[in-house]
């Protein structure tokens, strides 16, 4: 947040009016009151008539500066979407999910081509959710900036910039029929008002890992205000809202905001390939996944890994009601019968499919779901 500091000089004569705003009122804009008790966040203000004057400014102007109704919207959803009934979820068909072990060979080599012949054409974007602080490994650095303790002592960054790296290499040098043209991959990088200059600055100081500056889009994703369980704004101080970013799902009103999605239809981009920074074994930019999303014509996909024990701590997903859509069910919400449920037919875990965030998108899907999201209601 900016704040602007200014100093005000008079000069005195025999004869001096000195003019100055009026004191902020005693209690804050009646409008802003009101607006609250609309969506039951008045409680803000309880400890209005203790704060110093700059404390109540910066108060309002906190709340000013939230969309209230978006953000009553969200609140409303999840509050909605937390314990769902057991008749309400159904395990994922087995035939909609395609295992690596079930695929022959020619199959394999032919979705592997078919992504590099794509990534070659510059028709590939990757989309790395990076926003979040290291914070439950102890470090207050952006979570891609961890040595995770590797020999080389690689971060996870640098990791995936290698991938990268790899992959380009690789697109060039079995697509190209005559000279070995470079082939580049955009990385769109999300981060948060928390990480962004510490990411910038740490891709500056290791010359953007042998990657191209230029090759590289940063953009932040938003913040929202964080809740209680029954849906109250929490205080960080009383004068100020904690606040948080508003998580991977923040990525498409990022991109939107950004003027992204723009640039990526302005690159020839038509696929985008987006997974969390915290996956060490993340195959960024795979062209097997890529060769079989294109050829199943697919608007959006999941690379998912089974579930190894029914108390293992990942979200799955599951089908929402009778021929309903897929969704995620987080392992605090899943109640444990069915986490232990088995089917009978597979001797596996009915809900075993866990998300790691590994996701496929065509641009087209991601256009039509960052335009559409703010429009949603309950």
């Known amino acids: 947040m900016e704040r602007e500091n200014g100093a005000l000089t008079a000069a005195t004569t025999t004869t001096t009016a000195v003019t100055s705003p009026p004191p902020m009122a005693s209690s804050p804009r009646q409008a802003l009151v009101e607006r609250l008790k609309d969506y039951g966040q008045e409680d803000i203000f309880s400890l209005w008539d203790e704060l110093s004057p700059d404390e109540k400014d910066f108060l309002v102007r906190d709340i000013e500066n939230l969309d209230l109704p978006r953000i009553d919207r969200i609140i409303r959803c999840s509050l909605h979407s937390q314990g769902l009934p057991v008749a309400a979820i159904e395990p ?4 909609w999910v395609s295992t690596v072990d079930g695929r022959t060979m020619e199959d394999r080599e032919k979705w592997w ?3 590099l012949k794509t990534i070659y054409e510059g028709k590939l974007g990757v989309v790395l959710l990076s926003g979040g602080q290291g914070t439950r490994l102890g470090s207050s650095d952006p979570k891609g900036c961890f040595n995770i303790g590797l020999p080389s002592g690689k971060s996870l960054f640098q990791i995936q910039a290698e991938r990268i790296l790899c992959v380009q290499r690789l697109a060039a040098q079995v697509v190209s029929e005559g000279p070995i043209r470079p082939v580049t991959i ?5 981060t948060s008002p928390f990480t962004d200059e510490a990411t910038r600055k740490y891709f500056s100081s290791h010359k953007y890992f042998g990657l191209e500056p230029d090759q590289i889009s940063f953009f932040q994703q938003g913040t929202l205000p964080c809740v ?12 100020s809202l904690a606040k ?7 990525v498409y009103a990022a991109l939107k905001c950004s ?22 074994l993340v195959r960024v930019a795979d062209p097997t996944f890529l060769g079989y999303f294109i050829d199943k014509g697919a608007a959006s996909a999941a690379k998912v ?3 190894a024990y029914p108390q293992e701590q990942v979200g799955v997903f599951v089908r929402r009601g009778k021929g309903g859509p897929l969704t995620v069910v987080e392992y605090s919400e899943l109640d444990q019968s069915m986490a232990s449920a088995i089917n009978q037919r597979t001797g596996r875990l009915q809900y075993c499919w866990s998300n790691v965030c590994l996701h496929m998108f065509t641009l087209d899907f991601l256009n039509q779901v960052a335009t559409g999201l703010e429009k949603d209601s309950v």
Not at 92 to 95: A, F, K, Q, W
Not at 186 to 190: F, L, P, R
Request: proline letters at 5%; hydrophobic letters at 35%.
């Open 92 to 95: 994922v068909p087995e035939n």
């Open 113 to 115: 081509k078919m992504g």
């Open 186 to 190: 955009h990385w769109y990088i999300m």
């Open 228 to 239: 209680t369980k029954d849906g109250k704004f929490i205080m960080e101080t009383p004068f």
């Open 244 to 250: 948080a970013p508003d998580g991977n799902g923040g």
């Open 259 to 280: 003027r992204l999605l723009e640039d990526m239809a302005s690159r020839g981009i038509k696929y985008v390939d987006c997974y969390g920074v915290d996956n060490v």
């Open 305 to 307: 890994v089974r579930k």
